[in-house]
């Protein structure tokens, strides 16, 4: 028998819609942050209490509500933006749905107090439980100021999974940054624990915004966009700002996507700007940016997601054509763009430890760029941006032949091989790194895998037979054939010694000349509750308003990375986040010291001495795990007696068994 099907009641189906609009702190930033911007306001002013958790006030002087509108405002399904569904596809404001107040009114105290424009009194609105408790006149300034308290109050579940204060006044942060820098015109404040973050001077300069959120330095290596398109394409122009390639970070963070003056999350957008740098940014840096794109109308659904974060286009390949030449535009009237040079070979001295994947590790000489800037040494590949080669661990091989497939049973599996052999010519000294995700590996049969077989404790004894492509060991074992990437394995043994070194207290050395790092506000908001987990790992940083000083490195990271090392701290502190730093210190050292195990690891196109062959082997052998590098690529790949027979079909019919 069926079970019943019954009709939710009003307050479950308030909480359930509620969740699709407010999931954290920063989800009720945003709403109200729309709606003050959509009154009209020149200035306004964010400030929350412990990451947005215990208190949130927005304060705006737009136009303000009456009594009537007010009580309107808090009910679900109320707006002053939208007539009919024909809107949908021309709606030019950034919040329009009308449930934000009554969602938020749902699962949180709800505090109102407006006064129109011109109005003789203000009035004050308390919602408590999607219901209105009182409503009465008050004296206030024309405007209005939403606060929010007690969230998530009557759903403890959903506050149970809210993230430290320091983690979601990082959301919070981003989110008002971002409009801050789509909105130069407003003053844009945002407060924490009674303490400015940053404040936008609201004069019109979308530089000027930068600077206040990311600081002089940034805002003075901006270049601007501006192109209008009449070529069919499905922009009518791009408008924004563009860092120099060498003022870059190792995360997307600091890239701003708009669309027709809404701040969302548009990947297509982010992967054009990106792609348009080519070979001026080291794998994986990411440039700071703020691009405004003009769709026209019925160009992009903006109404996709619950909280209107993601946008989708109609032409999507047209808006990365379109964003991607309007970039390089910009760039090359800089002179900052060249078509020749290796990627990250433009990266300069002073720029920030690089990200994602290695270098081949080749010293080249040092070259003057196009705008007069002297380029560093080498730290990525030759390979051509794709975002795919940016969030993964494959770069291209010093040597430019392809990698030869080690089987020929399946298409996948001879990517597999290619990739992964592909991903060992890579520096760290130079480069620097982003901690990565860990790549998935494959065995033969398909199956995904990660580090050592649960099978295996030690090598097998192994005879050494030669060396294929001056990159794989082959060696014979009693079950067959097996193939040993030197660089993989070499990266295991110098993983595993640095990783010893590093083992209990961390051995700091003080630097004769400190390193002042400036910071943004999102990263000088990070230090401030980070700082002691940066010391656990031997980086003493004090803090400033905008600038911050390095007086302290690791000892083994001053010896691998000399000068670098102190400016790695400003890239570690996006790693604490998400997470408890108590727990993720381990994580990061671990990822650290992986990605500085490949620099001095033996590379691939290398010839080798017998000798040097069975001290790698022996060290492998002696490894907690010689299965895999700290990557998660395997050191070792199998090609059993009985796969071999069968390759050259040693049991076709008539053969008789026999083996000769």
């Given at each position: 028998m069926s079970p019943d099907i019954r009709e939710l009641d009003d307050d479950t189906r308030d909480r359930i819609a509620a969740g699709e609009?407010?999931?954290?702190?920063?989800?009720?930033?945003?709403?109200?942050?729309?709606?003050?911007?959509?009154?009209?306001?020149?200035?306004?002013?964010?400030?929350?209490?412990?990451?947005?958790?215990?208190?949130i006030v927005v304060t705006d002087d737009g136009v303000?509500?009456?009594?009537?509108?007010?009580?309107?405002?808090?009910?679900?399904?109320?707006?002053?933006?939208?007539?009919?569904?024909?809107?949908?596809?021309?709606?030019?404001?950034?919040?329009?749905?009308?449930?934000?107040?009554?969602?938020?009114?749902?699962?949180?105290?709800?505090?109102?107090?407006?006064?129109?424009?011109?109005?003789?009194?203000?009035?004050?609105?308390?919602?408590?439980?999607?219901?209105?408790?009182?409503?009465?006149?008050?004296?206030?300034?024309?405007?209005?100021?939403?606060?929010?308290?007690?969230?998530?109050?009557?759903?403890?579940?959903?506050r149970?999974?809210?993230?430290?204060?320091?983690?979601?006044?990082?959301?919070?942060?981003?989110?008002?940054?971002?409009?801050?820098?789509?909105n130069p015109a407003v003053s844009v404040t945002l407060e924490h624990d009674g303490r400015e973050s940053f404040s936008t001077a609201g004069d019109g300069d979308r530089r000027s915004a930068v600077m206040?959120?990311?600081?002089?330095?940034?805002?003075?290596?901006?270049?601007?966009?501006?192109?209008?398109?009449?070529?069919?394409?499905?922009?009518?122009?791009?408008?924004?700002?563009?860092?120099?390639?060498?003022?870059?970070?190792?995360?997307?963070?600091?890239?701003?996507?708009?669309?027709?003056?809404?701040?969302?999350t548009a990947s297509t957008v982010r992967e054009a700007v990106v792609d348009a740098y080519g070979t001026q940014l080291a794998p994986d840096r990411y440039p700071f940016a703020v691009v405004d794109i003009d769709v026209p109308p019925g160009g992009v659904d903006v109404n996709v997601h619950p909280r209107k974060l993601?946008?989708?286009?109609?032409d999507s390949e047209g808006v990365r054509?379109?964003?991607?030449?309007?970039?390089?535009?910009?760039?090359?009237?800089?002179?900052?763009?060249?078509?020749?040079?290796?990627?990250?070979?433009?990266?300069?001295?002073?720029?920030?430890?690089?990200?994602?994947?290695?270098?081949?590790?080749?010293?080249?000489?040092?070259?003057?760029?196009?705008?007069?800037?002297?380029?560093?040494?080498?730290?990525?590949?030759?390979?051509?941006?794709?975002p795919a080669s940016r969030g993964g661990d494959v770069d291209d091989d010093n040597d430019s032949r392809p990698t030869p497939a080690l089987t020929g049973t399946d298409s996948t599996d001879s990517e597999a091989s290619t990739a992964a052999s592909a991903s060992d010519e890579r520096t760290t000294a130079t480069a620097g790194r982003r901690f990565r995700d860990r790549p998935t590996q494959r065995t033969f049969d398909g199956e995904e895998t990660r580090g050592a077989?649960?099978?295996?404790?030690?090598?097998?004894?192994?005879?050494?037979?030669?060396?294929?492509?001056?990159?794989?060991?082959?060696?014979e074992s009693a079950d067959g054939l097996l193939l040993v990437d030197q660089h993989a394995a070499d990266e295991r043994v110098n993983y595993e010694r640095l990783r010893e070194r590093f083992a209990g207290d961390v051995t700091t050395q003080t630097l004769a000349d400190p390193v002042e790092l400036e910071v943004t506000a999102r990263e000088a908001a990070l230090l401030d509750d980070h700082s002691e987990a940066l010391a656990r790992l031997g980086f003493r940083v004090q803090g400033g308003d905008r600038t911050v000083t390095v007086t302290t490195v690791p000892a083994l990271l001053a010896e691998e990375l000399g000068g670098e090392a102190a400016e790695l701290a400003r890239d570690l502190l996006g790693e604490f986040v998400e997470g408890d730093p108590a727990g993720t210190v381990e994580a990061v050292v671990d990822d650290l010291l992986g990605d500085l195990a490949c620099?001095?690891?033996?590379?691939?196109?290398?010839?080798?001495?017998?000798?040097?062959?069975?001290?790698?082997?022996?060290?492998?052998?002696d490894c907690e795990n010689p299965y895999a590098c700290p990557h998660g690529r395997p050191t070792i790949i199998e090609l059993p007696r009985e796969e071999i027979e069968n390759r050259f079909e040693r049991d076709y019919p008539g053969h008789g068994g026999r083996r000769d």
């Open positions: 609009v407010v999931e954290r702190p920063a989800s009720v930033v945003k709403e109200l942050l729309e709606n003050a911007l959509d009154a009209d306001a020149s200035r306004v002013t964010v400030s929350v209490e412990s990451g947005g958790k215990e208190r303000g509500m009456s009594e009537a509108e007010a009580r309107k405002a808090v009910r679900e399904h109320t707006t002053s933006k939208l007539r009919d569904i024909s809107d949908l596809d021309s709606i030019g404001t950034l919040g329009f749905r009308g449930e934000a107040l009554h969602a938020i009114g749902s699962v949180a105290r709800l505090c109102i107090r407006t006064k129109p424009r011109g109005g003789s009194q203000g009035t004050e609105l308390v919602v408590s439980g999607g219901e209105v408790r009182e409503c009465g006149p008050v004296g206030c300034p024309e405007g209005t100021t939403v606060e929010v308290t007690d969230l998530f109050g009557n759903v403890p579940a959903r149970k999974y809210l993230k430290t204060d320091a983690t979601e006044f990082d959301h919070v942060q981003s989110v008002v940054a971002g409009y801050g820098l789509a206040a959120v990311y600081g002089r330095e940034v805002a003075a290596s901006m270049v601007p966009i501006e192109a209008d398109h009449d070529d069919g394409g499905p922009l009518a122009g791009v408008d924004g700002l563009i860092s120099h390639p060498e003022t870059n970070r190792a995360g997307r963070e600091y890239m701003t996507t708009l669309v027709n003056g809404r701040y969302v993601e946008v989708l286009f109609a054509r379109q964003v991607r030449e309007a970039v390089e535009a910009a760039l090359l009237d800089e002179g900052l763009l060249r078509s020749s040079a290796p990627r990250g070979r433009s990266a300069p001295e002073q720029t920030e430890i690089s990200a994602g994947d290695d270098g081949d590790g080749e010293t080249v000489d040092t070259e003057l760029t196009d705008s007069g800037h002297r380029a560093r040494p080498e730290t990525g590949g030759g390979s051509t941006p794709t077989p649960e099978t295996f404790d030690r090598l097998p004894s192994l005879s050494v037979l030669g060396q294929f492509d001056d990159t794989y060991l082959v060696c620099h001095p690891s033996i590379k691939g196109n290398t010839s080798l001495r017998e000798g040097t062959v069975a001290e790698l082997l022996a060290a492998l052998d």
